[in-house]
């Protein structure tokens, strides 16, 4: 289901209420303390949910306070929205299950209730830590898309261990992305236990659930696909003049736009990545804005070229390719990005849930840095959404946004 | 980035400069967290300081951890009217002792 059918079917009941992402440390709570440790951390989450005001939640659920605080939103009646880092029965038997006790069954229940349960990688990396600081940064980017469609704010609930590793995809690498100290509640969970009289640090986790530390192949990347949509009807003598045309245009998107860190071509098509959703943006809008506003006579090409161009993010891997000897990347979501491309419409560009997801996270921090410098920022982006589509070659189903560029407005005369 | 250490009436001074976000903090951290094994009580100076984000928070919250273990005071100062604002309405101002600037934390301090 996409974020935006969600929004409209309840913007009018959730239009007063804070939306509210929590992530935490995975604990073991087997021990005798488990018991202790559940109840104050049910009661903070309740503390927090009630100060806040907060009917409108996204996790993960995973055992621990991101599960109690999925059950205290359902409790409330509230809209539970679930971030999963891989497929939904990869999760339980990774993420879940190695913590026994009733975890799984509590986490089927909050799954079944959930107003919307998505899945951030197909990959079956389990423990992969880049794979988990990705989710994180959807269920950051898609809380706030919400926040701003309902004119809410979006913050975040923290359970951390201070004495755990601050690795990527960790509650402590979580704060390192969240810009606003004033959107931010945190629950120490070292000092919880210790005013429990429990020794330890909290995040004992168990073998099976730990994060693979500093051993990811991934890394996350904003990708760009795109083809031209009028060249397979174009004649030999017109393609020369085609490439004296985009020539030009590529003077023009050199000048506006930081370039690509990878670019491949092959014919007409164009693929690229960078390493923010606002860079490839940013050189996307350039190239579509400058292709429908270049002169087209000089270059004596008797149509207007038009690209259709998808853009999607998403952890990939990074190679050289053996064939050219060229950097690459690759993975699941380069395919998927390419799938993206081939339901686009010419002459614009469109991106996935995931891209739109990250654009939101980047203009956010870009903004209250402005707002704590005392400097102006507009955002250069809106989207627009165009619907839940059919991929081809059985890729499901992506929740499609129209990339539109706002016009900064001009100096006063 | 730029970080200016001082000791001054046998406090040590600790001036990050410019932002800590998530880009810098690790490096704050690394430059920061030693300190409290030299014993002198520690001030972080925040008049060079334009930008933090939740990054620098978790590595203030992690020096007030490293105080408490090692009875090693710490005191932050300086800081802007933004950033004063955002410790006041988050509330994190109360996990830590402030001072207006450096000049009225070595008063307190001495």
Redesign the interface.
């Known amino acids: 289901m996409a974020l935006l059918e969600v929004m409209d079917r309840n913007e009018i009941a959730a239009r007063r209420s804070a939306i509210m992402v929590c992530a935490s440390e995975r604990l073991d709570t087997a021990g005798d303390d488990g018991a202790a440790v559940i109840s104050a951390l049910q009661a903070e989450i309740g503390r927090q949910l009630a100060e806040h005001d907060v009917a409108i939640g996204y996790t993960s659920a995973l055992p621990g306070a991101e599960m109690l605080f999925a059950e205290e939103i359902l409790v409330r009646s509230g809209e539970l929205h679930l971030v999963l880092p891989c497929p939904i029965e990869i999760f339980v038997e990774q993420y879940v299950a190695p913590f026994g006790g009733n975890w799984v069954s509590r986490f089927r229940a909050v799954q079944a209730a959930a107003t919307r349960v998505e899945v951030s990688c197909e990959e079956q990396l389990a423990g992969d830590e880049i794979q988990q600081r990705f989710n994180n940064q959807m269920l950051q980017g898609m809380a706030r898309v919400h926040a701003e469609r309902i004119g809410g704010t979006a913050r ?1 609930l923290l359970a951390w261990s ?1 004495a755990a590793p ?1 690795e990527a995809g960790s509650p ?1 690498d979580f ?10 509640s ?1 629950i120490d969970l070292d000092a919880l236990r210790d005013g429990l009289g429990f020794g330890g640090h909290a995040a004992d986790i168990p073998a099976a659930g730990r994060l693979a530390i500093g051993t990811s192949p991934l890394v996350v990347r904003a990708i760009f696909f795109a083809d031209m949509a009028t060249y397979s009807s174009m004649s030999d003598e017109q393609v020369p003049l085609l490439w004296d045309f985009l020539a030009e245009v590529q003077q023009d998107v050199e000048a506006a736009a930081k370039p690509p860190i990878l670019i491949n071509t092959w014919g007409d098509a164009v693929h690229a990545a960078a390493e923010t959703a606002l860079d490839l943006a940013d050189y996307a809008t350039a190239l579509v804005g400058r292709i429908a506003a270049t002169e087209l006579a000089r270059f004596g090409l008797k149509n207007r070229p038009r690209f259709r161009v998808a853009l999607h993010a998403g952890p990939v891997y990074v190679g050289l390719h053996p064939l050219t000897g060229r950097s690459m990347i690759y993975g699941h979501h380069v395919n998927r990005a390419a799938r993206i491309e081939a339901v686009a419409a010419a002459g614009e560009a469109y991106a996935s849930q995931p891209f739109v997801a990250l654009l939101q996270v980047e203009m956010d ?1 870009l903004e ?2 402005a ?4 400097t102006p920022y507009h955002r250069p982006y809106r989207v627009e959404y165009v619907g839940l589509l059919d991929l081809p070659k059985k890729f499901g189903r992506e929740a499609i946004y129209r990339l539109c560029a706002v016009a900064m407005p001009t100096a006063a005369a | 980035m730029e970080i200016r250490k001082e000791a001054v009436d046998g406090v040590m001074v600790f001036a990050p400069v410019g932002r800590i976000d998530s880009g810098s903090a690790r490096d704050v951290e690394e430059a920061l967290l030693p300190l409290f094994d030299a014993g002198a009580p520690v001030l972080i100076d925040f008049a060079a300081l334009n930008y933090i984000s939740s990054a620098g928070l978790r590595v203030l919250l992690l020096a007030a951890r490293r105080s408490k273990a090692t009875g090693v005071s710490l005191t932050l100062a300086g800081m802007s009217k933004a950033v004063d604002e955002v410790f006041r309405i988050s509330g994190f101002d109360k996990m830590f002792t402030i001072e207006a600037d450096r000049a009225a934390a070595l008063t307190v301090k001495g």
């Open positions: 975040l201070p601050a402590a704060m390192d992305q969240w810009p606003e100290l004033e959107q931010l945190l921090a209250h840095e707002r704590m410098l005392g």
